[in-house]
């Protein structure tokens, strides 16, 4: 049972072993770096996504012109065909 004015928590101590402080430290900085490089590839993708993006478009019209310029032969070859059949 506990009486009045015991603390039943956590108690801190002041002997922290300096090992465990440089454990710490050497985590966070390892953690930081890690988010870093993570951050940095992110970055590199996203971008890279975006050309992507570009590059789809750019061929998505060239699809395009090149259907319309088969339709436009097509129209000539019949014409020629015409011409040609209909001169003799």
Do not use: C, F
């Amino acid at each position: 049972m506990m009486k009045l004015g015991e603390n039943a928590g956590w108690k801190l101590d002041r002997h922290i072993p300096v090992a465990l402080v440089a454990t710490i430290l050497l985590q966070t900085g390892a953690a930081l770096t890690w988010s870093g490089a993570a951050a940095e590839r992110l970055t590199t993708l996203e971008t890279r996504a975006a050309r992507t993006d570009e590059l789809v478009e750019r061929t998505a019209r060239l699809e395009e012109q090149s259907n319309a310029m088969r339709a436009s032969l097509a129209r000539i070859e019949e014409k020629l065909d015409r011409a040609v059949s209909g001169g003799r």
